[in-house]
């Protein structure tokens, strides 16, 4: 079967994806992209996110030495009130802004105001150094942020949700190649989490246990799709993947966010995110763009929610074939429903198959 069109079901969202295994050879004459020369220096004076250098509205960074966070000078949620630095020419001065609070004519054009904040998180002082070229307890500096800010950010009675995530790559949309990642607090709980809130307390309340700790059992079984584990954190390609080379990491304990980790836990989780990030750069020996994403707890979810809730993130890589040839979401998958060719059997293999010594320290 698994070598004929059939769909799988995803656990967390309750979609199904397509997936055409017979497909994988067709030729391709579509869209190549072109892989930049990687050649970043460890400091760059025209950078916004460096150390001592001058960002929007002329707010100068520290010169700090460890990750750095501030507020995003181009925040997507907003707070009921806020001042911000405006420049116009040599002139700094500050302007108040305030949400819209819309009104609509009918409940078919429904809008509500939300609220939250966005911060950006630079990994460390260096311009070219990515996950898996840290070293391990800055790998840990920089989860020992995302926790600290999830916690900070939730801990405020209007935030529902913290959303910890990293674009990497030009092709991911990153804005800036500086290592970097973000955190948006939000008002509202996002639709993915909302959906997989709704999945696991279903499934808690149907079977008396953890949707993810049940998965990760079945899944440890017979092993074809786990690429990298230690002993708090398992990384694999889930049965449901949608993107070519897809992963998600699991807390092997059950535990629902990242405030909740122990020390050891957060060492884990540094090991393995350095270790299957160096696999992904190793796969096609380039920096590997993705978009990933810790989902945690919603901050209010109650002790239902919680106990339902089991920490995991989510790595959606767009490559497909080669470092110039990346999966396109169109036509049948934008009208229909996701569709892949390459199985996730597959591409495990396939991530288990290179080196997690990076391969720019193998040269």
């Known amino acids: 079967m698994l070598d004929l069109p059939h769909r799988r079901l995803n656990l967390l969202t309750r979609e199904w994806v397509l997936v055409s295994p017979h497909r994988a050879g067709r030729p391709w004459l579509g869209q190549v992209e072109k892989v930049r020369a990687e050649s970043l220096p460890p400091y760059d004076p025209t950078c916004y996110l460096c150390p001592d250098n001058e960002r929007a509205g002329g707010v100068r960074n520290p010169a700090y030495e460890t990750t750095f966070v501030f507020d995003n000078d181009f925040a997507a949620i907003l707070p009921d009130t806020v001042t911000r630095a405006s420049r116009q020419g040599d002139k700094v001065s500050e302007v108040t802004v305030s949400p819209v609070h819309l009104v609509t004519p009918s409940e078919l054009f429904k809008a509500e105001p939300t609220r939250g904040l966005c911060r950006v998180i630079c990994f460390s002082p260096r311009h070219d150094l990515t996950l898996p070229e840290l070293s391990l307890p800055q790998v840990e500096a920089v989860i020992l942020t995302w926790a600290d800010q999830t916690r900070d950010l939730g801990e405020r009675d209007f935030v529902h949700y913290v959303q910890v995530f990293e674009n990497k790559g030009e092709i991911m949309g990153a804005s800036n190649p500086h290592p970097h990642s973000q955190v948006w607090a ?178």
Request: a negative charge; one cysteine or more; proline letters at 7%.
């Open 186 to 363: 939000s008002s509202h709980v996002p639709n993915e989490p909302a959906k997989e809130l709704a999945a696991q307390s279903d499934y808690l309340r149907d079977r008396g246990t953890c949707l993810l700790c049940d998965y990760l059992v079945e899944e440890t079984k017979n092993g074809e799709r786990i690429v990298a584990a230690n002993d708090h954190f398992t990384a694999l390609v889930p049965f449901w993947a949608v993107w070519p080379f897809e992963l998600l990491l699991i807390a092997n304990d059950h535990v629902p966010s990242l405030p909740s980790l122990s020390p050891a836990q957060i060492t884990s989780l540094a090991d393995l995110l350095r270790r299957v990030t160096a696999r992904y750069d190793n796969l096609f020996e380039i920096s590997f763009p993705y978009s990933m994403g810790f989902h945690q707890a919603p901050t209010d979810a109650g002790p239902h929610g919680r106990e339902a809730w089991h920490l995991h993130a989510h790595f959606y890589p767009p490559l497909l074939r080669s470092a110039t040839i990346k999966k396109f979401m169109v036509g049948y998958e934008m009208l229909a429903m996701p569709q892949r060719d390459i199985t996730a059997e597959t591409a495990a293999e396939r991530l288990r198959g290179v080196s997690e010594r990076h391969y720019r320290a193998s040269s």
